[in-house]
């Protein structure tokens, strides 16, 4: 290369240039998308290696987006040294694969989310890990699915779409007898409801893409464990499998974290008066809340969440798919959305989405008719949102 050529070197293409600084600083976090990260020297390096020194290197092993949001979701639980995760299912798969190996046998509950059930019944027996299901409302069918190989529990504390409760003391105290690990998949309840650390948890699981981040606008997800050793392996296996989640969403969802109480609390405001509504409704036959005293698990809610009841409710319509149908059609306003925890309303129908697969006997076992709708309950103002189940009900 000539020197002129070299004189003429585009500025653009110049990356040491630093971030024009003065005495003040930005009051938002700033998002930092580099990939790699330059150590000043290979002493350096060996140093951060070593945790002599701390620094990033490369960003799937961890970037500063992500570690502030894990850090902010740590606070909230009580927790230590948790990860965010590229999504909800990547920190479910770093907790179960990151901890078990083959001749190992999990217990998950019978109603975990749609892939959680998935990977436990599909993907976890080709890599020699057993499985099992139970139904975490009773613990002794828990205790009674535990062999002398299970290694781990897995279990929500509401369950999804009928929102039953789990009979979490028993399992902590099954999990703990047993000398079995238990991981609670907090997505529903939310740290603002329950802290599975304070109850007998080892391992707590997120889907930040829900009520954290709260705006179905990111997928991530958190995992950690309280035992250091086995965090780091949880680490280890979300690293070399690149289950890393990018800077922009950490930032996004970090952003979403600073109104999560206030969005909480009015979400389950709404919910509760929005579960009264429909109890009232003629086309109603019944509603699954769990602050109401006609849920089958009122007590043991009130004895494990308190006053917190969370955002979703579920309703059977008087009626069929075509009339829960109609009911779609009729409100377009009501998101037909398979997802959950917006600040949103979003409304969604098992039967043709998450529990499509099953037959509808094995449906109505679960106590999911053709007429069952699941709602995950916004901040909006509640009069519109009655209107809006209104206007939708009266097509019934
Ligand atoms: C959505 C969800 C997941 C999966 O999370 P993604 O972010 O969609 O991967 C896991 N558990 C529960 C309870 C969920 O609702």
Redo the contacts with the bound molecule.
Sequence with gaps: MSDDRRNTRPETLVRRMPLAEGVSRPVVTPIQPSVVYASPSIDTLHAQYEGRETGYTYAREGHPNATLLARKIDAMEGAEGGIVTG??????TAALMGLMGAGDHVVGGNQ??G??LRLMHQDLGRFGIATSVADPTDAEAVRAAIRPETKMILV?VVS?PTLRVADMEGIAKVAREAGVLLAV?N??TTPRAWRPFEHGADIV??????LLAGHSDV???YVVAKDAALQKAIYDFAVTTGLTPSPYECWLAERGLYTFPLRYDRAEANAAALADFLAGHPKVKRVLYPGRDDHPDRARAKALLGERTGNMVSFEIEGDERAANRMVEAAPQLPFAP???DVGTTLSHPASSSHRALTSEARAELGMSDGFFRVSVGIEEIDLLISDFEQGLAAV
């Design positions: 999504s909800g299912m990547a920190a479910v975990l989310y892939r959680s929500e999804n998949d997505t529903f699981i997120h889907s930040v893409t829900k997928t991530l997800g997802t959950l925890g």
